[in-house]
């Protein structure tokens, strides 16, 4: 089994930024990616990014390209998400993910892909 914890949600005005980090903790020697996901009001969960950890390789939704980064501690078994240029549409509840299975491309922006959620942080964005 694997735990993971989210931290550093909040309160912030467009244009503001914010951190995001995921504690992993278990069995997570057994994972292949990790990534977020967010949850808007009335909407479905949705991919934001992930990290496959074998190869570091990193993927995106095209609606936070260029404005979110995501990072990995492999030392404190740890991803970070570094949100830029918030926008009011970015509110949601971000959630953390980890996959124990080596997923392909489309499966990995699924959150059928994963097999470990967090307790979710909510981002509040205000205009």
């Known amino acids: 089994q694997v735990q993971l914890v989210e931290s550093g949600g909040g309160l912030v005005q467009a244009g503001g930024s914010l951190r995001l980090s995921c504690a992993a903790s278990?069995?997570?020697?057994?994972?292949?990616?990790m990534g977020w996901f967010r949850q808007a009001p009335g909407k479905e969960r949705e991919f934001v990014a992930l990290?496959?950890?074998?190869?570091?390789?990193?993927y995106y939704a095209d609606s936070v390209k260029g404005r979110f980064t995501i990072s990995r501690d492999s030392a404190e078994n740890t991803v970070s998400l570094q949100m830029n240029s918030l926008k009011p549409e970015d509110t949601a509840v971000y959630y953390c993910?980890?996959?124990?299975?080596?997923?392909?491309?489309?499966?990995?922006?699924?959150?059928?892909?994963?097999?470990?959620w967090g307790q979710g942080t909510q981002v509040t964005v205000s205009s």
């Open positions: 993910a980890a996959s124990a299975r080596n997923l392909s491309l489309p499966t990995c922006y699924s959150t059928s892909g994963y097999d470990y």
């Open positions: 278990g069995r997570t020697f057994s994972l292949y990616h």
């Open positions: 990290e496959t950890w074998n190869s570091g390789s990193t």
